[in-house]
């Protein structure tokens, strides 16, 4: 017999001769965690989620929805901005500024490491998962480190304080697909270490309570607010195509189909009568091509002149309006953006509320940029300064560009890039 004593503390064969406690020393993830008896797990890294699938799982649940993926990638257009530069900070009237800086080995490394579309890469996962997996190669003969993000679908944090990429992560038989590749851990502070290795993983990510490996967007915790815009979305598909609700209370004798004429049949032959008629039924109610259609029905007369027991089709209410389904389709949607961290009127979910004007989402669009952006700038831009760092510049910052919206009489592409001297 095991009794649980704590969430890792375990009393085995309580009462018995040979009792004994057990202490569960590995830890997971509060959210979206593996299994709690992850020191048994056969796996040599840590699993991403129970199923080790969460990325897929939260993938699928947004494939047919009509929103998430556009706010992501609104989320991630606000990060970036105008792109990443390079900044000195500069006393400049007592105060302390950054001014935009380059010099030829900056532009041929960031030419190298295609740094824009790696910046592109890591806000992707970034807003995608919240954790942003970068490959380091050293290239001996630049003396740099050339930067690509491993996509997170295939990589994994392994056991020993290494990282596993496997292209098959996500499915079951992912070590019977491909072998999995083993990648030393990137050590920001010993930067020999770094280029003996020659290849290296850094993990990128918001240390959040309760996360000691995976980190996760917020939006995922808005699972369900998704599931239901996509059932919504089903519904009215189906409905279209078949009618919404049910739309008919349809009552027959039970006898109905019992005899043929004055000869009674077996209960063989009376369920196959009934299947055939409900298939029929189906077909002359549901259907795109059937809604609201009319229904004539022949029947008899009794020796009193009165209709004999027949079909009887009654046409039932629907209490549940279009507006009603409506109303929860905003609501879901709402409740998503916010998850996502996107101002509902940006986001194009709040139309019409009176605070959609010119001026407004001017303002509303520089918030977003100013506070809602820092954090996953930091992350994105981590491993950038590293990279500048160990090429020997202490002195030179990345950032990011911001753009102003501005009104056309003062800038024709009514937008401009500016920087955030706050950085």
Known sequence: MVTQLSPNLFMLNEGGNNGAILQLTGSRDASFG??????????????????????????????????????????RDMIYASGVGFFKKEMIEGKSQLVEYTDSRLEDWSWSTDLQDYTISAINQRVDNANIFTKWKYNPMEDWFDLSVLDSFKTRIGKAGDFHVNPYFGYANHQVLTKTEKIKGFNRLDREFNVKQTVTVSHSKTNQPGQPYYSFASWWCAEEAIELANLITAFHKNGILNGYNIKYLIRMPQDHFDKDGMRAVDSKESKARWSKFSDNLSGWLAGQKNVNKTMLIKYLRGSDGKMMDNVDVQPLKNEMSDDAYDKVWKKSDQNIANSVGILPTLAGVNPGSGNDSGSQIRVMAEYQQHFRTPIHRHAVLKDINTAIRMMGYKDVFAGFKEVQLTTLDKNPNGSEAVVNHSL
């Open 34 to 75: 593996g299994s709690t008896w992850s020191q048994y797990d056969a796996f040599e890294h840590i699993r991403w989620g129970a199923g080790d699938n969460q990325p897929n799982v939260m993938r699928k649940a947004i494939e047919k929805n009509t929103t998430v993926q556009s706010l992501l990638e609104s989320l």
